[in-house]
């Protein structure tokens, strides 16, 4: 394939009068907000907190069905248990 003289100085001409196509990237770069530094932050105390509270949400699960499973009520046995696991993690 051969290029012709003039065909080469059109594409330079459009490209330096602006007309032309050109790599453009965004307008808005992602990461750097207002909020940015403060989810940064919060981020890692949230994993920890999620993993913490996980870990008693399914404790208290797992004792709630077992009062269901001894015949006691399962409005009562939340109500007790979730109150109970509430007192622990307030220390």
């Known amino acids: 394939m051969e290029l012709d003289r003039k065909a080469c100085q059109h594409s330079y001409c459009m490209q330096v009068g602006g ?12 990461g750097y907000g207002m909020l940015s530094n403060l989810i940064r932050y919060i981020t890692p105390i949230a994993m920890k907190a999620r993993k913490y509270l996980g870990k008693h949400l399914i404790n208290t699960g797992s004792k709630v069905m077992s009062d269901v499973a001894t015949g006691s009520f399962f409005k ?15 220390r």
């Open 19 to 30: 007309s032309g196509a050109y790599f453009q990237g965004a307008s808005h770069k992602r």
């Open 76 to 90: 009562d046995s939340a109500k007790s248990r979730f109150l109970e696991t509430s007192k622990k993690t307030k």
